[in-house]
Structure formats: structure tokens, C-alpha cells
């Protein structure tokens, strides 16, 4: 179950990677990796007007591949909830560090400020969405 929900959370994710993708096809870090998703848009020779209607509907899609996973989550033990929240973020300081490992030292510190900055990021929404709930449930 638990390795079933990894891959869920991952699959999710895919159709922002390809949508973030710059319309020249090249990504920040280069040409490495896979360019599957954003070459086959690309390919479709699309309008800005699709473009935006097919990055909507992808939106939605991510958006609900997160809440069936979430839904799923909460029926798991707290345990087994902890354990795979912990294995995710092992998983994604694993790979931080090994792609930290490829970058020259001046293109770390950025990409370090990159990470901060999107932690900082992630720590604002956080606190946003709880002072939207706390205020939902002061309205009931």
C-alpha cells in the first residue's frame, strides 16, 4: 500500500514537470533528463490559448491526484502515515544531495538560495492554509 501511494504522489507530479518546461524545450539544468511530456506538447504545435487551457486542466488533474491520495493517507494508521511522510523526505533529500553533487560550486549556491527560498515558500502557504481553516471553523 505504502509503495503504491509513493508511486501515486510521484505520477502526480509529472504533468507539472512537463508544463514548467520553458517552450524552447530546455530546462534549467540543461538537456538531461526526460523531455517525454513537454516534447510531445511541443510537438503539437499548440496555441497560447491551449497551452493555458491544457495547463488548467493538468492543474486539476494534480489537484485531484492529490486529494484521492490524501483521502487514502488518512484511512492509514498514524504510524504508517509518519513512516511514509518520513520516507518521502528522505527520498527528496536524497536526491537534493546528489544533484547537488553534480553542480559546480557557484551554481550550488544558487541552487542552495533556490531551495531556501521555495522552503520559505512552503512554510507561508503552510501558514496561510492554517489561518484559512482556523478562520472557516470561527465562521461556523
Not at 497551452?51 to 492509514?76: A, C, P, V, W
Not at 513512516?83 to 544531495?97: G, V
Request: a positive charge.
Amino acid at each position: 500500500m505504502r509503495k503504491t501511494l509513493i508511486a501515486l504522489l510521484f505520477a502526480a507530479t509529472l504533468p507539472a514537470v512537463a508544463l514548467a518546461m520553458p517552450e524552447d524545450g530546455k530546462r534549467h539544468g540543461g538537456e538531461h533528463g526526460s523531455q517525454h511530456g513537454a516534447q510531445m506538447f511541443k510537438e503539437l504545435d499548440l496555441s497560447k490559448e491551449q497551452r493555458q487551457s491544457i495547463g488548467k486542466l493538468m492543474r486539476e488533474q494534480m489537484d485531484s491526484h492529490r486529494d484521492i491520495t490524501q483521502r487514502y493517507m488518512d484511512k492509514l494508521p498514524a504510524a504508517e502515515q509518519k513512516a511514509m511522510q518520513d520516507e518521502l523526505k528522505a527520498a527528496k533529500t536524497k536526491n537534493e544531495q546528489a544533484i547537488r553533487a553534480l553542480l559546480k560550486p557557484e551554481q550550488q549556491k544558487n541552487y542552495d538560495a533556490a531551495l531556501q527560498k521555495m522552503a520559505e515558500r512552503h512554510a507561508e502557504m503552510a501558514e496561510f492554509q492554517a489561518w484559512k481553516a482556523q478562520r472557516a471553523e470561527k465562521a461556523e
